[in-house]
Nanobody, 129 residues
Framework: QVQLVESGGGLAQAGDSLRLSCAAS??????????MGWFRQAPGKEREFVAA????????SYADSVKGRFTISRDNAQNTVYLQMNNLKPEDTAVYYC????????????????????WGQGTQVTVST
């Protein structure tokens, strides 16, 4: 497992932007060994997929609810994955979690909760009208 620390959450108004960051700790494996993903969980709801990026950085995938508004990216030199969130909506309110999957196929994105090995502690995003 790798330690993940999210940051960048907070309060926003509808239409605003936020950028979440997830920093991975130093590990035996290089950061490119991990496929990365973002999930979110609203009160009373199950954790749901938001976005994912492959180890190669060449492939991304998104939940339909965030397509065109959110962008996932990674900086392998900084061991960090980002989630740029634009045009936020109240329904985006949730705790956002970063996740890592070691040795996923290089060009694949991973979008299922149970496939990830490591999770961050989460960062709260609250969007008001």
């Amino acid at each position: 497992q790798v330690q993940l620390v999210e940051s960048g959450g907070g309060l926003a108004q509808a239409g605003d932007s936020l950028r979440l960051s997830c920093a991975a700790s130093e590990h035996t494996y290089t950061f490119t060994s991990f496929a990365m993903g973002w999930f979110r969980q609203a009160p009373g709801k199950e954790r749901e997929f938001v976005a994912a990026i492959s180890r190669s950085s060449t492939r991304t995938s998104y939940a339909d609810s965030v397509k065109g508004r959110f962008t996932i990216s990674r900086d392998n030199a900084q061991n960090t994955v980002y989630l740029q969130m634009n045009n936020l909506k109240p329904e985006d309110t949730a705790v956002y979690y970063c996740a890592a999957k070691a040795f996923a196929p290089f060009y694949n994105t991973i979008d299922r909760v149970h496939e990830f090995d490591s999770w961050g502690q989460g960062t709260q995003v609250t969007v008001s009208t």
